[in-house]
């Protein structure tokens, strides 16, 4: 049975911010590069399929490392088992050694809640709940026992503002979050996130659903809340890999043509500028230039 909330959550490490919830800058424990995640030969199956065999790799402190790749090749399943939502997944199972801030995430002491509210989540489809604006951006610091109205207002704004959504939304802020455009409605669900003050935020193509001009103001935004948060992103478009991360992780679908198996794995990773103008595996260098998809 998964201890209590109020027990647990002490055994993660906690950044400074955490233990300030009232501040408006989170401060991060260490200078940035700093390892957040160390992941050590880890392997992801769902029952008998392996998705992903053997990633080791680092993700560092507020850089955007992005996940790149062919579908079918691990990379959300990655991004995933960093704040354990593989868990909701029946028969989901990981070997191999996870650590968020040089504790293991998947400790038996350790709850997938707790890990939750440190490690947020933006998904491909934006999804706002069908509350207010305002409230949807007030539901997490709410379910965490923030009732202080005047609180719950700045937390509010502060969000909205660092999503840069507050001067679209200001005047209406008691509003259907589902009346939002497609682009404004993913800043709002990435105010959510950040509303509960995480240490990283994880962005599963955030952009994908979106024109070019509100994916624009989604990577502007990213570019902008690193120098805060700890940003990994799924992406699918190499360019937006290219503008907006600083390392880069190529994963491909290894396969055996005598069987049915197949797993993704992790080819490359290093820094974004090396990984597209520098690969060192012919098969990152044929993905990066298009001649496999």
Same mark, same amino acid.
Request: hydrophobic residues 30%; glycine residues 4%; charged residues 25%.
């Given at each position: 049975m998964e %201890? &209590? *909330? %109020?027990t647990v959550a002490t055994? !993660?490490? #906690? &950044?400074?911010?955490? !233990?300030q919830p009232s501040a408006f800058q989170p401060q991060a424990d260490g200078p940035p590069g700093e390892t957040i995640f160390d $992941?050590?030969? $880890?392997?992801?199956s769902y029952g008998a399929f392996k998705a992903v065999t053997d $990633?080791?790799?680092?993700?560092? *402190?507020r850089e955007i490392t992005a996940f790149i790749g062919s579908s079918g090749s691990g990379k959300t399943t990655v991004l995933r088992a960093f704040n354990r939502m593989n868990d909701l997944i029946p028969g989901a199972r990981l070997e191999g050694e996870m650590q968020y801030r040089g504790q293991s995430l998947y400790g038996g002491d350790v709850s997938p809640t707790a $890990?939750?509210? #440190?490690?947020g989540m933006v998904f %491909?489809? &934006?999804?706002?709940?069908?509350?207010?604006?305002?409230?949807?951006?007030?539901? @997490?610091?709410?379910?965490? @026992? *923030? #009732?202080?109205?005047? #609180?719950?207002n700045e937390i509010v704004e502060r969000s909205l503002r660092r999503a840069a959504l507050w001067d679209e939304v200001k005047n209406r802020l008691s509003t259907s979050g589902l009346s939002l455009s497609g682009g404004q409605a993913q800043r709002l669900c990435i105010a959510r996130t950040i509303a509960v003050e995480p240490d990283v935020v994880l962005m599963d193509e955030p952009a994908s659903a979106l024109d070019p001009i509100a994916t624009g103001a989604i990577e502007d935004l990213m570019r902008e809340l690193k120098s805060q948060y700890t940003i990994v992103i799924v992406t699918h478009n190499m360019q937006q890999a290219t503008r907006v991360s600083d390392r880069t992780a190529f994963f491909s679908v290894l396969t055996d043509p005598d069987s049915d198996f197949r797993t993704g794995v992790l080819v490359e990773y290093g820094r974004t500028e090396q990984i597209f103008q520098d690969p060192q595996d012919p098969r990152t260098q044929a993905y990066v230039t298009g001649r496999i998809g």
């Open positions: %201890q &209590p *909330e %109020q055994n !993660l490490p #906690r &950044p400074a911010s955490a !233990l $992941v050590r030969n $880890v392997s992801i $990633v080791s790799l680092a993700i560092h *402190e $890990v939750r509210r #440190r490690i %491909q489809k &934006p999804n706002p709940f069908p509350k207010s604006i305002y409230d949807n951006v007030a539901y @997490g610091p709410r379910i965490n @026992g *923030e #009732r202080n109205k005047g #609180r719950l």
